[in-house]
């Protein structure tokens, strides 16, 4: 028999967006149900020393900050299902969320908080050096590379913006590109070619990440110029892969508004989805940011617009009688 589950709303998702949208729901006396996915705390999981989160004067771990976030959420009323989704139904009421295993839960209201995944090379050595030098995100870990020798993989707005946010960190900062101009907009890049510490370099690939040392950390990058195919190394000791994030929005294509990069478009100023008491929040709406404490924001935000949102459609029943 198929498991079948009500309530008035679902969180799909369960990293700082997800979590924090719990604990607002719960405290609201929403009885929510937070459904895990197959990364339960996000991406958060999968970092060591977080330095930024406010309220922390110490180095904290990734995860422990995520095992904190979901106990709180249990401690004030969320139950916590681990589930992974396959299918949404947005067209009907209540809206119907199928997991793998045959479950069914239908929910008043729902929050999506299914984050993004950074893009990456996906170079063996790239996956080895993770955490010894090689990240996704130079505004999270660029504090841990001060003075030191860095590069930055891409040629877009975000690799360019985090080039020029590491020239703050880093006297020589080296952008690798692999093409023989730059996709970012204009302004930013004048930026970067009036910046005395950025280097550029052109046509060129990655095909490296190469470590050294004990303990083992990146100590330089192999890089393929793709016009003569000779390969060289640049020594460095950090390098931030910035060729993009892909949402985890497949569920909703087609049912919700998504932007051309297939980030689900909100309200300006709130969490509304282009479908009433659908709510996003964290990196599957925000790809400017992309921090665990502006997760967090929004995430509270979702919670305080479903509830409204619940409230009046309670307001309206009533009404009606």
């Known amino acids: 028999m198929t498991n079948s589950i009500s309530t008035r709303l679902v969180v799909l998702g369960s990293g700082p967006a997800g979590y924090t949208a719990a604990i607002y729901a719960a405290r609201a006396g929403l009885n929510p149900i937070v459904i ?36 709180q959420a249990e401690h004030v009323g969320t139950k916590i299902v681990w589930d992974h989704i396959t299918s949404v139904d947005l067209s009907r009421r209540p809206f119907r969320l199928t997991g793998d295993g045959g479950a069914q839960y239908f929910a008043d209201s729902l929050v999506i908080a299914t984050g993004a995944q950074a893009k990456w090379l996906n170079l063996p050595s790239e996956e080895h050096m993770k955490g010894r030098g090689a990240s996704a995100c130079a505004t999270c870990d660029g504090f841990f590379y001060r003075g030191k020798k860095v590069a930055v993989i891409g040629g877009g707005n975000t690799a360019v913006e985090e080039a020029l946010y590491m020239t703050n960190h880093s006297h020589e900062v080296t952008l690798i590109h692999r093409r023989d101009s730059l996709r970012a907009e204009k302004i930013l890049q004048d930026r970067l070619f009036a910046n005395p510490n950025i280097n550029v370099i052109w046509d060129s690939e990655v095909v490296e990440f190469v470590g050294g040392g004990d303990p083992d950390a990146l100590i330089g990058l192999d890089i393929r110029n793709k016009r003569t195919g000779e390969v060289g190394r640049v020594e460095v000791e950090g390098a931030f892969v910035a060729i993009g994030h892909s949402p985890a929005t497949e569920l909703f294509a087609g049912q919700l508004d998504l932007d051309g990069e297939g980030y689900i478009k909100v309200e300006n100023g709130t969490t509304r989805t282009s479908i009433p008491g659908v709510f996003a929040c964290g990196d ?31 307001y309206e029943a009533i009404a009606a009688e």
């Open 284 to 314: 599957v709406m925000d790809k400017i940011y992309r921090q665990a404490v502006t997760a967090a924001g929004t995430g509270c935000m979702a919670a305080l617009d479903a509830e409204k949102y619940l409230a009046a459609q309670e």
């Open 36 to 71: 895990q996915g197959i990364q339960p705390g996000g991406q958060l999981t999968t970092t060591t020393d977080v330095e930024n989160y406010p309220g922390f004067r110490d180095v904290i771990q990734g995860p422990w900050l995520m095992e904190e976030m979901q106990a």
